[in-house]
């Protein structure tokens, strides 16, 4: 013998179960809607904090380059310009060793 199986729904009930089926999955979504949004708030504040930190960085660069470039240095060279001098006379001819190394015999 078959058993059939009758399910009868009044229409108000459908419409009511239709009705509320909407916000009822809000309240089931809306925690972990929530846990994104902190973490993307999150992620947010840490480029944002690490954007602060380049420009910090950036800013302390360009006023140690200043005060470098504007710092008037008390060391004097030891060798004058090489413009300065006039470069040194030249006979043409090179000395050989060969005649003045000592070669131990008499």
């Given at each position: 013998m078959p058993t059939t199986f009758e399910?009868?729904?009044d229409a108000y009930v459908l419409l009511l179960i239709h009705r509320?089926?909407?916000p009822g999955g809000l309240f089931v979504q809306e925690p972990a809607?929530?846990?994104k949004e902190r973490r993307i708030h999150q992620l947010?504040?840490?480029m944002l904090d690490a954007h602060a930190e380049v420009l910090t960085?950036?800013?302390e660069y360009h006023e140690l380059e200043s005060r470098v470039a504007s710092d008037t240095s008390p060391?004097?060279?030891m060798k004058n310009n090489k413009n300065d001098e006039p470069p040194p006379h030249?006979?043409?001819r090179r000395p050989s060793l060969r005649k003045d190394r000592p070669t131990g015999t008499d």
């Amino acid at each position: 013998m078959p058993t059939t199986f009758e399910l009868t729904i009044d229409a108000y009930v459908l419409l009511l179960i239709h009705r509320y089926r909407g916000p009822g999955g809000l309240f089931v979504q809306e925690p972990a809607t929530v846990q994104k949004e902190r973490r993307i708030h999150q992620l947010e504040q840490e480029m944002l904090d690490a954007h602060a930190e380049v420009l910090t960085v950036q800013r302390e660069y360009h006023e140690l380059e200043s005060r470098v470039a504007s710092d008037t240095s008390p060391v004097i060279p030891m060798k004058n310009n090489k413009n300065d001098e006039p470069p040194p006379h030249s006979t043409g001819r090179r000395p050989s060793l060969r005649k003045d190394r000592p070669t131990g015999t008499d």
